[in-house]
Nanobody
Framework: QVQLVESGGGSVQPGGSLRLSCQAA????????VGWFRREPGKEPEGVSC????????HYDDSVKGRFTISRDSTKNAVFLQMNSLNVEDTGVYFC????????????????????WGQGTQVTVSS
């Protein structure tokens, strides 16, 4: 049974950093595409950063490029999202997700492809 458990959320001031962790079970993080999605109030989750299972290439939403870094550690079977230079617009619930099949690069962060989801962790950026 696939399980994803996020941790590391919290409240920070603008310019601060957080590192989100996603502990996976029931599959290996190298096996499937994995990603981080953010849900803002009243909206559906949108892809922030995703990681291919074929060539390991990361994909980032334009709003986080240069500030966020996605990574995975096979030895820990975990996925991480390092978030730097946070701003108010980064506020939301962050979900870790995994896709049950390989995804084409152009669709790597498309929510519909991800069938396994964690419970989410809240990130609040405010002064």
């Amino acid at each position: 049974q696939v399980q994803l458990v996020e941790s590391g959320g919290g409240s920070v001031q603008p310019g601060g950093s957080l590192r989100l962790s996603c502990q996976a079970a029931g599959f290996t993080v190298d096996e499937y595409p994995v990603g981080w999605f953010r849900r803002e109030p009243g909206k559906e989750p949108e892809g922030v950063s995703c990681l291919s299972n074929t060539d390991g290439s990361p994909h980032y939403d334009d709003s986080v490029k240069g500030r966020f870094t996605i990574s995975r550690d096979s030895t820990k079977n975990a996925v991480f999202l390092q978030m730097n230079s946070l701003n108010v617009e980064d506020t939301g619930v962050y979900f870790c997700a995994a896709a049950p099949a390989t995804i084409s690069a152009q669709y790597m962060c498309m929510r519909a492809h991800y069938g396994y989801w964690g419970q989410g962790t809240q990130v609040t950026v405010s002064s």
